[in-house]
T-cell receptor, first 113, second 114 residues
Framework: GDSVTQMEGPVTLSEEAFLTINCTYT??????LFWYVQYPGEGLQLLLK?????DKGSNKGFEATYRKETTSFHLEKGSVQVSDSAVYFC????????????FGTGTSLTVIP | TAGITQAPTSQILAAGRSMTLRCTQD?????MYWYRQDLGLGLRLIHY???????GKGEVPDGYSVSRANTDDFPLTLASAVPSQTSVYFC?????????????FGPGTRLTVL
């Protein structure tokens, strides 16, 4: 079945450091891939998405590239800020699953000044 | 726009009692979902509805029931709560039909069963 595996946290970085959060997936077809962010006390918000192989999603300085050959969708940001502290979820959706989403377990990021 | 609203924000419930978590969306999305979020387990799908009048079971449906009488509302009922149902519950919605349609989430309900 479909699944998403993302790197264990928590991750603690200093401000302006480079961020990578790894995400790999297993899917039977051709999924769309997403990164969601959850700020403290809030629901999840879409951060970025990619719908086909080699697509790059980007938003707020974050980027992720859909790599079909490695079944990966790693999240990167060149220079993190304190305001980026949140939990990040990788997710996939396939057209043969009734638009159901499969989420990773989440990676907690804390950025310190 | 309000998007998705959930009520209550938080609740403490005695084991064995019943409770309904409310969810309302104003985006006219045809699909709605209930997830529970537990530390180390991420989000797990409880039930979903692809359109008004239909529902389906997700990954962890036991102990929960849902109904979808109209497009906007998707209540989740715990008939007889148990401590393992202590969790944060999120309602979400999306426009069905395309796999790249994002899901929109409510703010969550924090439930503690004692």
């Amino acid at each position: 079945g479909d699944s998403v595996t993302q790197m264990e946290g928590p991750v603690t970085l200093s401000e302006e450091a480079f961020l990578t959060i790894n995400c790999t997936y297993t899917a039977t077809g051709y999924p769309s891939l997403f990164w969601y962010v959850q700020y403290p006390g809030e629901g999840l918000q879409l951060l970025l998405k990619a719908t086909k192989a080699d697509d790059k999603g980007s938003n707020k300085g974050f980027e992720a590239t859909y790599r079909k050959e490695t079944t990966s969708f790693h999240l990167e940001k060149g220079s993190v800020q304190v305001s980026d502290s949140a939990v990040y979820f990788c997710a996939l959706s396939e057209d043969n699953t009734g638009n159901q989403f499969y989420f990773g377990t989440g990676t907690s990021l804390t950025v310190i000044p | 726009t309000a998007g998705i609203t959930q009520a209550p924000t938080s609740q403490i419930l005695a084991a064995g009692r019943s409770m309904t978590l409310r969810c309302t969306q104003d985006m006219r999305h045809n699909a709605m979902y209930w997830y529970r979020q537990d530390l180390g387990l991420g989000l797990r799908l409880i039930h979903y509805s692809n359109t008004a009048g239909t529902t389906g079971k997700g990954e962890v449906p036991d102990g929960y029931s849902v109904s979808r009488a109209n497009t906007d509302d998707f209540p989740l009922t715990l008939a007889s709560a148990v401590p393992s149902q202590t969790s944060v519950y999120f309602c979400a919605s999306s426009e069905m039909g395309l796999p790249y349609n994002e899901q929109f989430f409510g703010p969550g309900t924090r439930l503690t069963v004692l």
